[in-house]
């Protein structure tokens, strides 16, 4: 008996011990599928239960309603339709009665507002978080994040936050929309569209293409968009061409005129294969001509960069100089304290990325402002000097690239501060030009020949100055200046033209320009510039001409269908006759321009609008992206912007630093209303 009590006994625990695994198991995977995260909206509203028999259900946090919630069996499309009818729901409030509001007023003084009309509107809401992701590159988690969430709980609470999934397919969408709205622009414009293009490769080594269109309205605007910005199986000139076709056929784009590219030799290529596809479609102005315009910019860039290897020790010493004490925050400290001592204001140095000749001269006209505090510092650091004296920098063979032999940086001079207080001076002419000649929201073409001219007259005097360095810096330039702008046979013609269609210029000003720049072949060029914009002037009245006669005798031949007459070629020889006749008047448009007096130049003049008063019409990076999310975001963010002027990051540390020392006259901390 007791035998069998104890074998009970045993069972009864072996038993005990099963069921309690196989709970232990129940509730692993029980707490397995409660951890797992749960995506749809609904669940911001709802709680999740198990009932007395064990089926998942959806509990309603404000009135308690219950649903069933199995993932696999119920969804949540259910609680997602009790959240737009639940009275207790604090979101679910009459929002088609308008409300006043305060909206700044545009272009006004600060604290300016008007009183304009308001509602709430889910999907503008939407929107607008969209466009801010857009414009400000924030990350599509960034929805998710619970300081944001409890942002908008108390700025709005009525607006329901979307998944960071959803928001991506609303930057699709928008994408879609904008695109669809460009598209409908350029269906609608009759003149001819200018492009750039550039390719680089990002660090996954993908192959990417940016293409940018340029245009004037029929309002004399002028307008800048990114339309394409995607990835390409190489660099190689045919498959940039094919890049571009395939985007300029996408956007409905056949009426080219000019396509503005780098000096690699793939563009050349690029552009010939173009070229000969607007032959194909038949829109290729003058044979395509004109059609390769090299980036000014990119050449300037090329002719400064041989000029500064002559000076490359003294400005090595103060690059090495900068980074030295950029290194470390104590290093910064004592800086900021010697620019105390000298009275000077305490700004960042900058250093400069030697492959870009512009933030060279940023670092040199910083360093000579600060030269005072960087000596007092290198009177305290005898660190300083160490660095200098065994460091090295490679000095190159000749023109080529290749490095020669390695020398020592040495110590910074007073021959040095000398030297880069010229050549920083010198630079300067190409910095403003640089500028100039890169801006986007104005037009920059009828100033190219001008300023080019101005640099080659710089360059002539240079080279007989008695300054050593400086003249060996000129006669380097001008041999690469030489190459591009030394020939005006190779020279493209619009490079000259908008010159001419400048009214404060003309030919007037191009033929001295021309005399100064090329000497006696001066005129054999003005007179192959006249022809060929005479050429320009009757191709573009040529097809003005002919789409005039097509519509009339479009006309023509709806009101008398009944009829089967060509008429075409009568409307082609009345219209012959009529221009030879002299009817009317026989000057052009053209030549009434030109015989015209030249405009007296100002310093804010605006050609464009000149040109619209005056009714003459010669011409009617995110890396960790898919390639097409990459397209959307870097496009939208183009067309999305309202920003005048680029965001200037040294320009923000500038003021931040001089905000922090404003207020610590006045014995307060920064905050963020302050900035």
């Known amino acids: 008996m007791s035998q069998d009590t104890r074998v009970d006994k045993v069972i009864g625990e072996s038993v005990a011990s099963d069921s309690n695994v196989v709970n232990q198991n129940s509730i692993v995977e029980s707490k397995a599928k409660k951890e797992r995260r749960k995506r749809s909206v609904a669940w911001d509203h709802f709680t999740s239960k198990l009932d007395s028999e064990g089926i998942k259900k959806g509990v309603c946090n404000y009135c308690k309603k219950e649903y069933l919630a199995d993932t696999k069996e119920h969804g949540t499309t259910a609680m997602l339709g009790h959240i737009g009818k639940c009275k207790k729901i604090p979101c679910n409030v009459d929002t088609r009665q308008s409300k006043l509001a305060f909206q700044p007023v545009t272009g006004g003084n600060k604290g300016d507002v008007s009183i304009v009309s308001w509602k709430f509107d889910q999907e503008e809401c939407r929107k607008a978080l969209c466009r801010m992701i857009i414009l400000d590159e924030l990350p599509f988690r960034f929805v998710e994040k619970e300081g944001f969430k409890q942002f908008m709980k108390v700025v709005q609470p009525l607006f329901l936050i979307p998944s960071r999934t959803t928001i991506t397919h609303d930057c699709f969408d928008l994408f879609d929309e904008e695109k669809n709205k460009m598209r409908s622009i350029f269906k609608e414009t009759q003149q001819r569209v200018c492009i750039t293009t550039d390719t680089w490769t990002s660090v996954q080594r993908i ?25 390409i199986s190489s660099h190689r000139g045919e498959d940039l061409a094919k890049g571009i076709v395939k985007c300029l056929h996408e956007w409905g ?14 563009n050349s290529v690029c552009v010939a294969e173009l070229s000969k596809q607007l032959t194909k479609w038949g829109t290729n102005l003058l044979g395509g001509k004109h059609l390769h315009v090299r980036c000014m910019a990119h050449i300037i860039n090329l002719v400064v960069q041989d000029g500064i290897k002559e000076a490359n020790i ?28 000298e009275n000077l204001a305490k700004k960042s140095l900058c250093l400069d990325v030697p492959t870009r000749w512009n933030s060279t001269y940023l670092m040199l006209n910083r360093a000579i402002e600060y030269e005072g505090a960087i000596l007092t510092y290198a009177d305290r650091d005898i660190g300083l000097a160490h660095h200098l004296e065994f ?42 030009l640089t500028l100039k000649v890169s801006g986007s929201l104005y037009i920059t073409s009828n100033i190219h020949f001008l300023e080019i001219c101005q640099v080659g007259f710089c360059l002539s005097k240079l080279i007989s100055s008695d300054d050593i360095v400086l003249a060996q810096m000129a006669t380097n330039m001008k041999k690469k200046f030489e190459k591009y702008w030394g020939d005006p046979t190779k020279m493209n013609k619009m490079f000259f033209i908008p010159c001419v269609l400048d009214p404060r210029h003309k030919f007037t000003t191009l033929s001295f320009a021309l005399k100064k720049m090329f000497g006696d072949n001066g005129a054999t060029i003005e007179k192959d510039v006249r022809e060929y914009m005479k050429s320009l002037f009757n191709e573009y009245s040529s097809s003005a001409s002919k789409d005039k006669c097509g519509k009339l005798s479009s006309e023509v031949e709806a009101s ?46 605006n050609v464009l609008l000149w040109w619209n008063i005056g009714g003459r019409v010669l011409d009617s990076f995110r890396s960790s992206l898919t390639s097409k999310l990459v397209e959307a975001l870097v496009c939208l963010q183009d067309w999305l912007r309202s920003e005048s002027q680029p965001i200037s990051i040294e320009e923000d540390l500038d003021s931040l630093e001089q905000l922090e020392q404003d207020l610590a006259k006045v014995g307060k901390e920064p905050s963020i209303d302050d900035i």
């Open 314 to 341: 003294s400005i090595e010493r103060i690059r090495q100089a900068v980074r030295y004490i950029r290194q470390s925050p104590a290093r910064w400290k004592n800086f900021q304290e010697c620019c105390v001592d």
């Open 207 to 231: 192959n990417y293409m940016c293409i940018t269109a340029h245009w004037i309205d029929k309002n004399w605007t002028l307008h800048k968009r990114v339309i394409n910005f995607c990835p």
């Open 391 to 432: 460091g090295h920098i490679c000095v190159c063979d000749g023109d080529s690239d290749i490095v020669d032999e390695e020398q020592p940086v040495g110590s910074l001079l007073c021959s040095d501060w000398d030297s880069i207080k010229r050549i920083a001076k010198f630079l300067e002419l190409f910095f403003k």
């Open 253 to 266: 784009l056949h009426r080219i005129f000019t396509v503005t590219v780098d000096n690699a030799s793939s």
């Open 560 to 605: 008398s269908s009944s009829y089967m007459v060509d008429i075409g070629d009568f409307y082609e020889e009345l219209s012959r006759h009529t221009s030879g006749s002299g009817a009317g008047n026989s000057k052009s448009e053209l030549d009434k321009y030109l015989a015209e007096d030249t405009e007296v130049g100002t310093s804010d003049f």
